[in-house]
């Protein structure tokens, strides 16, 4: 069983930046690949981006390529979500999400197996 925890949310002005963590327990985490996903009030869950378990591929929801980046430390059980140029379009609560490590589809919710509890992100204008 893998439990997931995201931190790092708040309050960010427009232009602004913050660094979201996933901590993980369990070991198994570092073989797991991972996906952000967000939801803003009154819509879905969508994608924003995912990391193989080694780190060697990266994928982005097209409204954060160039702005956002993940990373990993494996050694540390975390993932990460560095945010800049933030937007007030960014407004949402932010999920991580594990899955196994043969994931194909980053972008489906349904790939994913463990997903945290959510942190709030809010992007002043």
């Known amino acids: 069983q893998v439990q997931l925890v995201e931190s790092g949310g708040g309050l960010a002005q427009a232009g602004g930046s913050l660094r979201l963590s996933c901590a993980a327990s369990?070991?198994?985490?570092?073989?797991?690949?991972v996906g952000w996903f967000r939801q803003a009030p009154g819509s879905g869950r969508v994608f924003v981006g995912g990391?193989?378990?080694?780190?060697?591929?990266?994928y982005y929801a097209d409204s954060v390529k160039g702005r956002f980046t993940i990373s990993r430390e494996n050694a540390k059980n975390t993932v990460y979500l560095q945010m800049n140029s933030l937007k007030p379009e960014d407004t949402a609560v932010y999920y991580c999400?594990?899955?196994?490590?043969?994931?194909?589809?980053?972008?489906?919710?349904?790939?994913?197996?463990?997903w945290g509890q959510g942190t709030q992100v809010t992007v002043s204008s």
């Open positions: 999400a594990a899955g196994l490590p043969g994931l194909v589809d980053y972008d489906l919710r349904d790939e994913y197996k463990y």
């Open positions: 369990g070991h198994t985490f570092r073989t797991l690949a």
């Open positions: 990391i193989s378990w080694n780190g060697a591929s990266k």
